[in-house]
């Protein structure tokens, strides 16, 4: 009989111990299993967030359009500028600049991503620059000596402004406009009516990029240094339109086109 004991101890021990043991096992699965399931949902309320949040700005993006005619009854050679709508041509590629980091694997960021703000800000001091250059000295030369449509001054200010709605993907038109009007012999007007109509699209382009921001929840309080420099995008060719104005030299009333509002 002890020899029959301890013959048996181990396989009835291993026998008792089945039944636990099974559970256990049992109970590691499912734990297991929940936690994939965990995991799975997981991922999938990233996925679901990102793609609502896609869906959202980009939808919202294609919606923006700047129709507004900043000039009052201005005549035809102005028009073009005038009555530009300015849309966004590439929602995807200007949501992926503002969210680069958002994807369907880590799920949405909320915030507009610093570079993208960064990035706006440097665009918009290189286009600054460009206009502070048409100075008083600068002015009376092309007085002088007349200008032509390769006009190194003309030539920065349009690639700068150019090269900052490219990347907030503002509509490709802007692109096929021209600043310079030469088709008038008086100097003065010439130059006056070209930097009319770049005060005009930078006002167009101005209120698009408000637009912009104010989709991405960027606003005065909120980046108040940038926002302040969007502001002086709509208002910046007037300082070289009034240097000008007041540079002594034959000027043709009738040739101006229209009268800007007020508030412009």
């Known amino acids: 009989m002890t020899n029959f004991l301890t013959i048996t101890k181990l396989p009835l021990f291993i026998l008792a111990a ?36 896609y869906k959202y700005y980009t939808e919202t993006f294609s919606k923006l359009e700047v129709s507004k005619k900043p000039l009052k009854n201005p005549k035809q050679r102005m028009d073009d500028v005038n009555s530009l709508t300015i849309t966004i041509n590439k929602t995807h590629t ?9 994807s369907p694997s880590t799920g949405p960021k909320f915030a507009p991503s610093s570079n993208f703000l960064n990035a706006t800000d440097k665009f918009v001091d290189n286009f600054l620059e460009s206009v502070s250059k048409m100075d008083h000295d600068t002015l ?46 008086n100097r003065k007007v010439c130059l006056h009516l070209s930097l009319l109509r770049l005060r005009l699209l930078c006002i167009k382009v101005n209120m698009a990029i408000i637009q912009i921001l104010d989709i991405l929840g960027v606003n005065k309080k909120s ?5 302040g420099k969007i502001m002086t995008l709509r208002t ?14 034959h000027l043709n009333d009738e040739a101006l086109e229209g009268t800007l509002n007020k508030n412009d």
């Open 236 to 249: 910046c060719v007037k300082e070289p339109i009034s240097i000008l104005d007041n540079i002594e030299w």
């Open 18 to 53: 089945a039944v636990p043991l099974g559970a256990i096992i049992t109970n590691l699965h499912r734990t297991y299993q929940v936690e994939a399931q965990i995991k799975t949902a997981e991922e999938k309320n990233k996925s679901d967030a990102f793609y609502a949040h």
């Open 223 to 227: 980046h108040p240094e940038l926002y």
């Open 140 to 185: 009376s030369r092309k007085l002088n000596d007349g200008i032509n449509k390769k006009d190194e001054h003309f030539k920065r200010m349009r690639l700068t402004l150019l090269t900052l709605c490219t990347y907030l993907c503002i509509d490709d038109d802007i692109s096929e406009l021209e600043l310079l009007d030469l088709e008038i012999n």
């Open 94 to 102: 200007l949501y992926k600049k503002a969210f680069h980091t958002s």
